[in-house]
Nanobody, 125 residues
């Protein structure tokens, strides 16, 4: 059974940084798509960044230049380095794994089948 556990969330001031981790068990990183998503109160869940089956990394326009996705296959862990955080980045952040996919699909939450429990990120001004 695949399980994803996120960690690394917290409260920071605007301009600060956090690194989120998503540890996978029961699943070995392969060419399946993985992604980071977030959901703020009263808003729909949105794709933040993902990696597709070719290893291509796609980021949402709102986080380009500030957030970096990476993965460590040896540790079976997906990361999201978040720099220059803004109050509008405040949300619950989730990681997810789906099947094989390419391109912008990594930002589409309805493609993903397994989700972690989420980690809260709060950015104050």
């Amino acid at each position: 059974q695949v399980q994803l556990v996120e960690s690394g969330g917290g409260s920071v001031q605007a301009g600060g940084s956090l690194r989120l981790s998503c540890a996978a068990s029961g699943y070995t990183f392969s060419d399946y798509c993985m992604g980071w998503f977030r959901q703020a109160p009263g808003k729909e869940r949105e794709g933040v960044a993902g990696i597709d089956s070719d290893g291509g990394i796609i980021s949402a326009d709102s986080v380009k230049g500030r957030f970096t996705l990476s993965k460590d296959g040896a540790k079976n862990t997906l990361y999201l380095q978040m720099n220059s955080l803004k109050p509008e980045d405040t949300a619950m952040y989730y990681c997810a794994v789906g099947g094989r996919c390419y391109g912008q699909i990594v930002l589409m939450d309805n493609f993903f089948v397994t989700w972690g429990q989420g980690t809260q990120v709060t950015v104050s001004s």
